[in-house]
């Protein structure tokens, strides 16, 4: 079941929502949360019941685990080895599902011996509940989470917006909300505000990435078959993905949060306006920054940080990155990813290092738009390696969009791409991911919930919804009629 289907849309979320309204009137806050634990289980059992099994599995164990931890962190007893004990089982149960298969094809291939390579289906969301659980021990360890009832800590883990595809969200976010005494919030201006995340996220990913998708397949699908894109169409498929992730991304999150926001949940930001940025390190300040936030938090400082020398920092760096892009997914291109992140960031803090940046004046816009323009072009090729099915496919990609094969600026009728209409498409959805105000820009989210935020909301609901309210509901409705073919969000595979 996905959020940007009929059945979700139509039937699931309007049953959740009732339930919810009925027993927040009705019930104790205890009750309220059970509604939502049985909703979430329903919503990741809709798409394999067996996956419960691990995630139960993920949850009891690791709560028994944190809460011991935790116990012991207070009386002053060592932690080290019981916290390693279960990092070590959150890390060979990703390990075993995820990576079991690439890690058994790539020593047949190097050591010529025939281990069965395991065909696993990957169980939904584990890449997301692991790292938050991870996150959780860790924490624990430090005491700081003592008194964490199981329950708020089941809804903390499988609550159904974030569950799937994130934001990683830390656990003092959300049992801070849960915990406490207090019903959730569901007033009408946290509804409208929902509500309106809700649908432009919704409209992102059906009318803008979806419409990107056949483009960047089209070109992509046809290097992995063996074809050789000119100059143009290599350059059109990569800006097409770039595109497509882009949107595809930035809807769930917004959807994800307004979803929270009609239960009184608050989510964290996880998705800032990447393209605008300045460097790389200021991408990886606007992109995946839940992710951003866990590797930062959870491996770079814990290699060491940027407190043992520069050289150990820039390492520390380029091992964070590979890392992470190991976790997106088992194969060579993501660790090649994460290694051109790491490399790319590295420079980009030694650069910073010798020569500063721009504070003011012309200096400072002309440098702004030189570094922005170099990051997007940075970016743009490491998605090609993001999204190519083999080192081959993306080495040929990266070569042809750097002129290796020619500058040849046709599209090969055979590759059916009706070029003004894909080209106008580019150009248009590049101005608003570059220029536009982004979503919580526009409707003003704030997720730490300052109160100036709050009024200035209601007070622009009151004076604008008619405007906006029906604005959002044709725009609803339209993406609505777009529905036909139901795809799932990119970051879901993961």
């Known amino acids: 079941m996905l959020f940007n289907s009929y059945q979700f849309i139509l039937v699931f979320l309007p049953a959740v929502l009732f339930g919810y309204f009925v027993l927040r009137l009705f019930a104790t806050k205890a009750v309220t949360l059970l509604w939502l634990i049985g909703a979430s289980l329903a919503f990741y059992a809709a798409w394999d019941p067996w996956n419960l099994l691990v995630l139960f599995t993920s949850i009891a164990l690791n709560?028994?685990?944190?809460?011991?931890?935790?116990?012991?962190?207070?009386?002053?007893?060592?932690?080290?080895?019981l916290l390693a004990v279960g990092i070590a089982f959150n890390l060979c149960m990703i390990g075993y599902f995820k990576y079991a298969g690439f890690l058994a094809a790539n020593v047949n291939t190097i050591f010529g011996t025939d281990i069965p390579v395991l065909d696993l289906v990957l169980p939904l969301a584990i890449s997301f509940f692991t790292f938050q659980e991870i996150a959780y021990l860790v924490d624990s360890s430090r005491g700081e989470t003592y008194g964490y009832r199981f329950k708020d800590y089941v809804l903390m883990v499988v609550f159904f917006p974030h569950l799937i595809a994130g934001p990683i969200v830390n656990h003092r976010i959300l049992m801070r909300q849960f915990m406490s005494n207090e019903q959730l919030?569901?007033?009408?201006?946290?509804?409208?505000?929902?509500s309106g995340l809700f649908v432009l996220g919704l409209a992102k990913k059906v009318l803008f990435a979806d419409g990107m998708a056949p483009q960047a397949n089209l070109i992509f699908d046809g290097?992995?078959?063996?074809?050789?894109?000119?100059?143009?169409?290599?350059?059109?498929?990569?800006?097409?993905?770039?595109?497509?992730?882009?949107?595809?991304?930035?809807?769930?999150?917004?959807?994800?949060?307004?979803?929270?926001?009609?239960?009184?949940?608050?989510?964290?930001?996880?998705?800032?306006?990447?393209?605008?940025?300045?460097?790389?390190?200021d991408f990886w300040r606007r992109w995946h920054m839940s992710l951003s936030a866990f590797l930062r938090d959870y491996l770079y400082f814990a290699l060491g940080g940027s407190h043992r020398g520069e050289v150990r920092r820039f390492a520390n760096l380029i091992v964070t990155m590979l890392l992470g892009g190991l976790w997106h997914g088992a194969g060579w291109t993501f660790v090649c990813w994460g290694a051109f992140h790491g490399f790319g960031l590295a420079i980009c803090h030694f650069w910073i290092r010798l020569f500063g940046t721009a504070q003011r004046g012309g200096t400072r816009r002309a440098g702004a738009m030189?570094?922005?323009?170099?990051?997007?072009?940075?970016?743009?090729?490491?998605?090609?390696?993001?999204?190519?099915?083999?080192?081959?496919s993306a080495t040929k990609m990266m070569g042809t969009m750097i002129g290796l094969n020619g500058f040849d600026l046709g599209i090969n009728a055979d590759r059916q791409l009706t070029t003004l209409l894909t080209l106008a498409s580019i150009v248009a959805l590049s101005a608003i991911a570059l220029f536009a105000p982004n979503s919580q820009q526009w409707l003003g989210y704030d997720p730490q919930h300052r109160a100036e935020e709050h009024s200035s909301w209601a007070s622009h609901f009151a004076t604008a919804y008619p405007v906006h309210g029906v604005a959002l509901g044709c725009l609803f409705v339209f993406t609505l009629t777009q529905m036909s073919i139901v795809q799932s969000f990119l970051y879901f595979q993961f």
């Open 223 to 281: 290097v992995a078959k063996g074809a050789s894109p000119t100059f143009a169409e290599a350059w059109v498929g990569a800006l097409a993905y770039t595109l497509q992730l882009y949107f595809d991304f930035s809807g769930y999150s917004d959807m994800a949060i307004g979803l929270g926001l009609l239960f009184g949940v608050r989510l964290p930001l996880n998705f800032n306006s990447p393209y605008k940025a300045e460097n790389l390190i």
């Open 63 to 81: 709560f028994i685990c944190g809460t011991s931890l935790a116990d012991r962190a207070r009386s002053g007893r060592p932690t080290g080895l």
């Open 185 to 194: 919030s569901a007033r009408a201006p946290t509804l409208a505000l929902g």
């Open 370 to 392: 030189v570094g922005r323009t170099l990051t997007l072009i940075f970016v743009v090729f490491g998605w090609v390696l993001f999204r190519a099915d083999s080192m081959g």
